[in-house]
């Protein structure tokens, strides 16, 4: 099979390096990739928004199935395209994506179909939004509606911050019309998990649990980011709480956007609080998580080629997948200012050390190449991620391969995997 990926990150080198391992595999193709795809998949100079041109390449290589990464392209419509171009795509319509393409859509199918989510509403008026937060004292998380690569959410102390985030969204539109509409909701409190499932026409299959860090710095302190590192399994979701997630989260949510006249397929992403009062959904995304797919795709044994084409055809009820019991731990290499400004351009080297320790794979996100050297090329830079025998072992030799790797200003936060190895006991 001839085989496309979509995107440039940690999570598309991830994503790649699994599909190049597939049987089914004869060639891979990346639009536009990174210099760390470029070593398992051709990489192919067109953008992830340049739907027509995807579709054209996509036809001109007799590309027989295509994996998008980002969420952008999903919600513009690039699956609806393909497939009017007679193309074979895994992931959700432009009409099935506004489930992460718009919170305040995705909020009301959670809210009608009683899918356990903070209180909420929904503003189009700064004075409506600021007269909310007049007569609200408790904390607030105050998001744009829209997408805004996971900047667009302001968790607030108190109705100050609150203000000001209103005023960043909807008067200095920070995120452009991505901030027309403004959500306010409840500010949860608990440990987070990321819950990734497949989802077919009529099987929900959740893959392995794992864990964000989206704080940039230890502690969970500082704005959020993409992601700052992740792990799975997440001990925090037991099997008993991932029952009750499947339950109460992803069936009625899956059987919402079917009435709702937005059928799911492709890979859901549920973002969720643990809280005393169960678990309830902080947002769902319409893609696999960025970082936590690096851990979990070093996890996974089975063919994904295999599970991607299941789903494309309803046959998810007929897949089992096996997964290395191990713990694997992501830690985020980033620039140095990130997510505010940051300097590109400086040289990385001591990767290949990295790369060759055992049970480590160092993962390329915002990297380039030129005249055989590594350059950072944006704010994640590298996804430092390994495997080992309990938790401890992984999140160590990560941390070893960390230490390897140098570049000007290079930033990650030291505590990914402590929490988990908290609640197992360990330091
Ligand atoms: P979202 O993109 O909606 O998942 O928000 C990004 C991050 O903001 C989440 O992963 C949480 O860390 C935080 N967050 C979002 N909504 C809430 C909430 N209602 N209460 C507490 N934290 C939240
Ligand atoms: N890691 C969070 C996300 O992919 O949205």
Redesign the pocket.
Known sequence: MRILVIGSGG?EHALAWKLAQSRHCTKLYAAPGNPGIAKVAQGVPIKPDDLKGLVEFAQKEKVDLTLVGP?KPLIDGLVDRFRKAGLRVFGPNQKAAQVEGSKAWSKAVMTHFAVPTAEYHTFQRLADALRYIENHEEPLVVKASGIAA?KGVFVCRNQQEARRAVETIMTQKAFGEAGDTVVIEERLTGEEA?ILALVDNSTIYSLESSQ?H?AVFDGDQGPNT??MG?YSPAPVVTERLQAKIDREILVPMVHGMKTEGAPYSGLL?A?VMVTPGGPKVL?F?A???????QPLLVRLKSDLVEALEATIDNRLDRVTLEWDPRPAVCVVMASGGYPDAYEKGKEITGLEKADAMEGVVVFHAGTREEDGKLYTDGGRVLGVTAIGRDITEARDRAYEAVRAIHFHRAHWRTDIGAKAIRRLGGT
């Open positions: 999570r969420e996971g990321s964000d989206k993409g992601g992740a992403y973002g947002e995304n893609r696999f998580g960025d970082p936590e797919a």
